[in-house]
């Protein structure tokens, strides 16, 4: 059974580029949440969709935006890259229900923006 | 707002030692779940255990125990006789009732030494 897939693992950027990050979530599972962590920090939410909508937000500007498809899996873009956007972003996916449930997250793609 | 607070930045133990890592937290709801993961150097968090706010009871999962009180608003995670494979960064989290956006605290990065 795969778990979370997240594509491409690394990938390097220039200031003012756009990147656009791949998800497939968990066999099952029908939400995906991104997150943005820094390097020797904890991750930060950027948003969770669900039913090809995006249902909550983080703290993070409109030059980051997603997508879900119909299959469940999703896409991260970052417009006008900045320095500081350089970072792991893990992609979680979960089932939605009742409460909380557990997060399954991929191994994340590593951007770096020079 | 909810936040995660792990004091402990790095902690190095030597081999067959226990080790306690500190989580506090803060939040206004009634209702919220709090999770431990596990993230090795591959990168992929790793889920441990999630515990909701009504239940105090704290759990052994083999040599992992989790102590869990309200009263002080703390979820401390406690590996008995720990193992080089144990290392890691281990983070704590927050979740209201419905899951949408986990609160990550900064980690606590173990290293056992054989």
């Known amino acids: 059974d795969a778990g979370v897939t997240q594509s491409p693992t690394h990938l390097i950027k220039t200031r003012g580029q756009q990147v656009t990050l791949r998800c497939s979530p968990k066999s099952g599972h029908d939400t995906v949440s991104w997150y943005q962590q820094a390097l020797g920090q904890g991750p930060q939410f950027i948003f969770q969709?669900?039913?090809?909508?995006?249902?909550q937000r983080g703290n993070f500007p409109d030059r980051f935006s997603g997508h879900q498809f119909p299959n469940y899996s999703s896409e991260l873009n970052v417009n006008a890259l900045l320095l500081g956007d350089s970072a792991l972003y893990l992609c979680a996916s979960s089932l939605r229900s009742s409460g909380a449930n557990v997060l399954t997250f991929g191994a994340g793609s590593r951007l770096t923006v020079l | 707002a909810q936040k995660v607070t792990q004091a402990q930045t790095e902690i190095s133990v030597v081999e067959k030692e226990d080790v306690t890592l500190d989580c506090v937290y803060e939040t206004r709801d009634t209702t919220y779940y709090l999770f431990w993961y596990k993230q090795p150097p591959s990168g992929e968090l790793v889920f441990l255990i999630r515990?909701?706010?009504?239940?105090?009871q704290n759990e052994i999962s083999g040599r992992y125990s989790w102590n869990f009180q309200k009263s002080t608003s703390s979820f401390n995670f406690t590996i008995t006789a720990s193992q080089v494979v144990d290392s890691a960064v281990y983070f704590c989290a927050l979740t209201d009732n419905y899951g949408q956006n986990f609160v990550f605290g900064p980690g606590t990065r173990l290293s056992v030494l054989p």
């Open positions: 969709y669900y039913e090809e909508e995006e249902r």
């Open positions: 515990r909701n706010s009504f239940d105090e």
